[in-house]
């Protein structure tokens, strides 16, 4: 039987698709499987397309790039705008801003890791080497 997502057979699935499928944290290729089992465990392919979500050893370092490039936005902006429209003292903003640096990045764990693999599949498309034997 033959994969529906095999490369030759798939239309190539828009950007705005696969983010929105990521967001909702199911799988950005077929959007029916979920990616993760708990808030910090991914599944290691997608029970419907069977897309193996680890393409290669390594392969989330880049999520850490989206999740420190979002709070370190989120957290100056918010500082900044905090300071000038005096909402608090500045030592309560700092102490706001560093409480935000560590709960952030916890919340935005398995959300920055499915728009890494959204991205990814977005530029580099699956390959038959990208799904798991049946």
């Known amino acids: 039987m033959?994969?529906?997502?095999?490369?030759?057979q798939q239309q190539r699935?828009?950007?705005?698709?696969?983010?929105?499928?990521?967001?909702?944290?199911?799988?950005?290729?077929?959007?029916?499987?979920?990616?993760?089992?708990?808030?910090?465990?991914?599944?290691?392919s997608c029970s419907h397309c069977h897309l193996k979500y680890e393409r290669e050893p390594g392969y989330y370092l880049g999520s850490i790039y989206i999740n420190y490039g979002l709070t370190a936005v989120l957290m100056t902006a918010g500082y900044m705008i905090g300071i000038v429209l005096k909402w608090a003292a500045p030592a309560v903003l700092l102490w706001s801003a560093f409480g935000f640096t560590i709960v952030f990045p916890l919340l935005m764990f398995p959300y920055s890791r499915a728009l890494w693999l959204a991205f990814d599949l977005a530029w580099d498309p699956p390959e038959a080497s990208d799904f798991v034997e049946e």
């Open 2 to 8: 033959s994969n529906p997502y095999d490369p030759p």
């Open 13 to 44: 699935l828009s950007r705005g698709v696969l983010t929105s499928r990521a967001l909702r944290l199911r799988c950005p290729l077929c959007g029916v499987g979920k990616l993760f089992r708990h808030w910090f465990a991914m599944h290691k």
